[in-house]
């Protein structure tokens, strides 16, 4: 069963996946790094340095930085790989679920004066601002455990990528002297990410707003702080007001599926000249808005027309199913109803099938970018003109057939799903 108040996408931050990019490919493993006290130490005291090269108050640092330990749990965390691809089902029935619906209803609700001013200043409806809350942290349920200035003093020292935390480490004491701030109260997701919103250090400093007027800026304790940074936050990554996500459609007998992808751009009047209908069977409006046309289950699952807010929140996450369920599960919480075409269940993939399809469709010279196991837009877009080639649905999924035709075995559960389907 699963539990609806544990936390779903908590560090799948804009930041952490703008820096981060995908996961390390699926033939990859790196080892996990064995660093001694002595070297952790010379790495914390070269950090230090670099915090009073940037003037952060020595005091702050010192506090923050004393008697701090290497945290092989974090480590473990950033090295671990899935061993399969989630189901775009399994990923959105868990997220857009009838508590989470229910409960942001009731924030929706319960903040109703701050939502409404917040709409009115950056021009971002409060439903929006209710579900990232709920998909980032379960409304402030579970915002981490985690010790932020240890999580980034670990992955600073690590070499993997260690640019990058230690700004964000340098951030975090920043941060720490400018709220005023104990360390030891600083806590969230193992890679940094903080309070309500799961903001990054640096997000943290440049778009958190002090939301309550009281003159400091407290994401953990504080729902005006963090749903004002959060509308901020979205403002500033383009958010055009008076415009929606984009929309569940209907597709005509017949459609050109190979005219699906985030890749391929038209105006609504456009798409609905090929086909595309609103869920009620009606045309969709005459406007020259730009959309895509996404399939994240393929032709058997729901069909989503998607405008330029879309592309909004996967700024904020880059994840089509992260951006979708967003978009949904704001549309539940305004009040809206189920999808018309709810996804069927479906397999998992393992990482391995999905980089020998990469390679395969790489080798007949299909471009699907760097194989890496991981089924991104280039990688639909690879399928898509390899499914065109072979007179098959175009819709740029993998499915059973697309493996086969590639001669690539799929474990036993995938295969008997499909055939199930």
């Not at 996408?9 to 996946?17: P, T, W, Y």
């Not at 473990?76 to 997220?95: G, T, V």
């Not at 609700?109 to 001013?117: D, F, M, R, S």
């Not at 004491?173 to 309070?195: C, Q």
């Amino acid at each position: 069963m699963l539990k609806t108040r544990q936390p779903l996408h908590l560090v799948h931050v804009f930041f952490l996946l703008l820096c981060f990019g995908q996961p390390a490919s699926a033939t990859e493993q790196a080892p996990l790094p064995q660093l001694t006290p002595e070297a952790f130490d010379r790495c914390i005291n070269q950090l230090k340095q670099k915090a009073n090269t940037a003037a952060i108050n020595r005091q702050v640092v010192d506090q923050a930085l004393k008697n701090i330990t290497f945290d092989h749990k974090v480590i473990e965390y950033d090295r671990r790989q899935p061993e399969f691809s989630e189901s775009f089902a399994s990923y959105f029935n868990k997220r857009v679920n009838q508590w989470r619906v229910d409960r942001g209803r009731a924030m929706l609700k319960e903040h109703q004066q701050l939502l409404a001013k917040l709409q009115q200043q950056y021009g971002v409806p409060a439903h929006y601002l209710v579900s990232f809350w709920g998909l980032e942290t379960n409304f402030g349920a579970y915002k981490g455990k985690m010790s932020i200035i240890r999580s980034l003093a670990t992955l600073a020292c690590d070499q993997r990528r260690s640019g990058f935390f230690t700004e964000e480490l340098l951030k975090a004491l920043r941060l720490a002297e400018r709220e005023k701030l104990a360390p030891e109260t600083m806590v969230g997701s193992w890679a940094g990410a903080m309070g309500h919103t799961q903001f990054m250090p640096s997000a943290y400093l440049q778009y958190a707003v002090d939301g309550d007027g009281d003159g400091k800026i407290d994401l953990w304790q504080s729902i005006p702080d963090a749903l004002t940074s959060a509308a901020n936050f979205l403002s500033n990554l383009g958010w055009k007001g008076g415009f929606r996500w984009g929309r569940e459609v209907r597709l005509s007998d017949g459609f050109a599926y190979f005219n699906s992808g985030i890749d391929k751009s038209h105006s609504v009047k456009q798409w609905r000249d090929k086909g595309v209908m609103l869920t009620s069977g009606k045309p969709l409006p005459d406007s020259d808005i730009s959309a895509s046309l996404l399939l994240p289950a393929g032709h058997k699952g729901p069909a989503f027309l998607v405008y330029d807010n879309f592309h909004v929140i996967m700024r904020w996450n880059r994840s089509q199913f992260y951006a979708i369920a967003v978009g949904r599960l704001a549309e539940r919480i305004a009040g809206a109803g189920k999808l018309h075409q709810p996804p069927e269940p479906a397999p998992n993939l393992k990482l391995t099938e999905l980089l020998k399809l990469q390679q395969a469709l790489s080798k007949l010279g299909f471009d699907v970018g760097k194989p890496d196991g991981i089924m991104g837009p280039a990688t639909a877009k690879g399928i898509r003109d390899f499914q065109k080639t072979r007179n098959m649905v175009a819709d740029g999924f993998p499915h059973t057939d697309v493996f086969a035709a590639l001669g690539i075995e799929l474990h036993r559960a995938a295969q008997n799903k499909e055939k199930a389907l």
